[in-house]
């Protein structure tokens, strides 16, 4: 399988520099893919996990051009430069893969990233044959393997869901969902934005957490005319995330 990795855009804080981090909110570097973790970039360790699994193939990383090359070489294929859009830079790299049935999709952000974690994913989101495959982690897992993280969570039916960053995507639908996918990125910490979105029934549901993941899923196909599958991952690693200070200091704990 291929993959693209999501790792920045063109906007910057040219007064910060890397090492400047001085928000306990979000870190103010001009790329966090650029981060150094343990002496190493934080985009390194996911590119490391990608190229130990013998389920993925070839690798296209959109973000700083420049940079990105001079940190990764010849361990990644293709290197996009990137624009102020996720979903834009998706489009994109997803020009070097349209013959594929399935693309693999991930941020830079999650340095704890298994092999065990990705091929579980990719495996259940084969078996789902969706266009779109999200991944979330249920909280008592989280809870368990980190129990000093914070995250956001969605109270569903089933439990408390934080959602994750990587995604199988079928290219095929990228015309009919580009609008969809590029909120729910947008959205995907904020679970109440994120059910308006697909509606105010939703909202009230979530509110008394009578909502289901099957739900969301038909409501999705019936929105854009694709099959989509929520994909529970019982790997936490999925959606740590690094976005403020006690992120850098949770992840160094376990690298």
Known sequence: MNVIVL???KKTNPNVADSGIQNETAIKIHNKALLKLKNKYMIEYIID???SSSMI?????VGPK?????ILGNRIDYIIEGTDSIVENALLALEHFEGDSQVLIATSDIPMLTVEALEDFIRKSLDAEADL?????N???NDKKYPEVKRTYARLWEGQFTGGN???????????CKDFVEQMLEYRKSPAKMAMVLGFGFLIRLALGVLTIKAVQKKSERLLGIKGAVI??????VGNDVDKISDIQFVEKYL
């Open 7 to 9: 790792a920045g855009d």
């Open 66 to 70: 420049e940079e990105l090359s001079s």
């Open 139 to 141: 909280k008592k897992v």
């Open 166 to 176: 990587i995604f199988l995507f079928n290219p095929a639908a990228k015309d009919r």
């Open 49 to 51: 996990t990608l190229r």
């Open 133 to 137: 495959c999200y991944s979330v982690v």
């Open 232 to 237: 529970i991952s019982e790997y936490p690693e």
């Open 57 to 61: 193939d070839k690798i296209a990383v």
